[in-house]
């Protein structure tokens, strides 16, 4: 008999499904292109708190790593984030929700029900 649903090798257990949802919080369109080192999720053009999200199983090992550009008028042109850092992100969110700003991403705390743990844009 094969492995059960619930085990990647004997005694390792599989991560939890994991769904990463991105809002624009900016007044304008806003331009996303997420992907991963092995998936594009793809360009999307979101108005004012439209939102786009995705879902996947992160590795055993953690080191599954989303990243993305965003655009807007005067943005000055792409600013990148690691939407989904594994070794940032596991321990705090299966559904994990950011909002999209000037400053750069926050992060949605669900205990204060805001977009409050805000990140600057990536360097490059």
């Not at 257990?13 to 919080?25: A, E, F, P, R, Y």
């Not at 008028?73 to 994990?96: L, M």
């Not at 029900?113 to 990140?119: I, P, R």
Request: contains cysteine; negative net charge.
């Amino acid at each position: 008999m094969g492995p059960s649903p619930t085990t990647a090798e004997e005694g390792q257990t599989l991560t939890d499904k994991t769904t990463v949802q991105i809002t624009n919080g900016l007044k304008v369109q806003l331009t996303a292109h997420c992907k991963s080192k092995d998936d594009d999720i793809g360009e999307k053009s979101l108005a004012f708190d439209d939102s786009f999200g995705w879902t996947f199983y992160p590795n055993y090992i953690p080191n599954t790593l989303f990243f993305c550009s965003f655009e807007w008028d005067g943005s000055g042109g792409k600013k990148y984030f690691d939407i989904y850092d594994e070794k940032r992100d596991e321990q705090r969110c299966t559904d994990c929700k950011w909002a999209i700003f000037h400053n750069g991403p926050c992060f949605y705390d669900e205990k204060a029900k805001l977009y409050d743990d805000c990140y600057p844009f990536n360097d490059s």
